[in-house]
């Protein structure tokens, strides 16, 4: 007879290759509704939060699972207003 211990039924597997793509998914979600609430902005909301239009055009018409910061440090929403826009679970980096 043998004894089935806590230790012998765990999954060996590590994390999770589905869990890992859940997260994946979830955050191209989010990005792809940040950008598309970002190219919503008015005018007047853009000059409150330090961006232009050319700022929005180069985020807004980036795909989805391209990353904020894909475009290197000089990304124009780098930091400031662009971090609430696009933070992590918030943070899409």
Not at 12 to 36: F, I, K, M, N, P
Not at 47 to 56: A, C, I, R, T, Y
Request: hydrophobic share 40%; glycine share 10%.
């Amino acid at each position: 007879m043998s004894a089935c211990t806590y230790e012998s039924m765990i999954n060996h597997h590590g994390s999770g290759v589905l869990a890992d793509l859940r997260e994946t998914l979830y955050v191209w979600r989010e990005r792809q509704h940040q950008r598309r609430e970002l190219a919503e902005l008015s005018a007047r909301d853009l000059h409150d939060v330090g961006l232009s239009w050319s700022d929005v055009a180069f985020e807004a018409e980036k795909p989805f699972w391209r990353a904020v910061n894909a475009a290197g440090p000089a990304s124009p929403v780098e930091g400031g207003a662009g971090r609430r826009l696009f933070g992590t679970k918030g943070s899409l980096r």
